[in-house]
C-alpha cells in the first residue's frame, strides 16, 4: 500500500476541526442516572457545557473530552506516514475542500468511543469494527490494517489523548478498550 504525505492536509483539517457540526446520535430516551464510576464519567460524564466549537450548542462534558482527544488524534494521523495510506480516501477529500467525510469520521469515531467508555445518551449506528476495516465492505478503508498498523494507530491515540493532557491512568483505561478490538480490526 501506498504511503501518503498530507502536511498541506493538517492545516485544513486544523480549520475544519474548528468547523465540525455538533449533531450527534442523541439517543431517543434518557438514561437513569448513573453513580459515577464509568470512564465515561471520569472523562466528566453527562454535565452538560457549552461546545466550544459551536456558538449556542450544549454538549456533554464526556463528549468533549473525546471528541477533543479524537480530533487531536486524527490530526496525527493525517501527518503519520505509518498508517495515513489507509485514509487516501478521507485525505483527498480534504485536500479538496469537502470535509463531509473528515466530520462523519469525528462523529463516528467520538460516538463509537462514548459509547464504548459508557456514556448512555449517544448511540453509534456506523458500521461494525469489523465492516468499518475490511475494504471489501468499507471502501474507503485503502487496503487492510496489519497488526504494525494497529500499534501506530494506538501511538497516535496517545499522542492524541497526552495533547489534551488526559491524566495517563485514564489513558491506560483507554488503551484497554481499543487493545480488545485489534482482533476485529487487523483482519489479515
Ligand atoms: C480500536 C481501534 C479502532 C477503532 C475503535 C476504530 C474505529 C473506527 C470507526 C468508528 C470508523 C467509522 C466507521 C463508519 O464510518 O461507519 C472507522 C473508520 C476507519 N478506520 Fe478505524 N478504528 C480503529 C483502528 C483503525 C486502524 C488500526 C486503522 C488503520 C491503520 C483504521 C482505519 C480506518 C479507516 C481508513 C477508516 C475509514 C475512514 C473514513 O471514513 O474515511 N482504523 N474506524
Known amino acids: 500500500m501506498k504511503k501518503a504525505t498530507f502536511l498541506p492536509v493538517?492545516?485544513?483539517?486544523?480549520?475544519?476541526?474548528?468547523?465540525?457540526?455538533?449533531?450527534?446520535?442523541?439517543?431517543?430516551?434518557?438514561p437513569a442516572p448513573t453513580m459515577g464510576t464509568t470512564l465515561y464519567d471520569t472523562l466528566g460524564g453527562t454535565t452538560l457545557v457549552a461546545d466550544p466549537t459551536h456558538q449556542g450548542?450544549?454538549?456533554?462534558?464526556?463528549?468533549?473530552?473525546?471528541?477533543?482527544?479524537?480530533?487531536?488524534?486524527?490530526?496525527?494521523?493525517?501527518?503519520d506516514s505509518r498508517i495515513n495510506g489507509h485514509f487516501t480516501v478521507l485525505l483527498s477529500e480534504v485536500t479538496k475542500?469537502?470535509?463531509s467525510g473528515f466530520t462523519d469520521l469525528s462523529e463516528n469515531l467520538t460516538t463509537f468511543v462514548s459509547g464504548a467508555t459508557g456514556a448512555k445518551d449517544?448511540?453509534?449506528?456506523?458500521?461494525s469494527m469489523h465492516d468499518a476495516h475490511d475494504p471489501?465492505?468499507?471502501?474507503?478503508?485503502?487496503g487492510k490494517a496489519?497488526?504494525?498498523d494497529f500499534d501506530a494507530f494506538v501511538s497516535d491515540l496517545v499522542a492524541g489523548a497526552?495533547?489534551?493532557?488526559?491524566?495517563?491512568?485514564?489513558?491506560?483505561?483507554?488503551?484497554?478498550?481499543?487493545?480488545?478490538?485489534?482482533?476485529?480490526?487487523?483482519?489479515?
Not at 471489501?136 to 485503502?142: E, G, I, S, W
Open 136 to 142: 471489501a465492505t468499507n471502501p474507503r478503508m485503502n
Open 10 to 30: 493538517i492545516a485544513i483539517i486544523a480549520i475544519a476541526s474548528l468547523m465540525l457540526s455538533a449533531c450527534s446520535k442523541k439517543a431517543a430516551s434518557n
Open 57 to 79: 450548542a450544549m454538549i456533554e462534558k464526556g463528549r468533549l473530552a473525546i471528541r477533543n482527544v479524537i480530533d487531536s488524534t486524527i490530526f496525527v494521523i493525517a501527518a
Open 122 to 127: 449517544y448511540i453509534y449506528i456506523g458500521l
Open 162 to 188: 497526552n495533547k489534551n493532557k488526559v491524566p495517563s491512568a485514564i489513558i491506560t483505561s483507554l488503551g484497554k478498550i481499543v487493545e480488545s478490538l485489534r482482533t476485529t480490526v487487523v483482519q489479515m
Open 97 to 99: 475542500g469537502d470535509l
Open 146 to 148: 496489519t497488526n504494525a
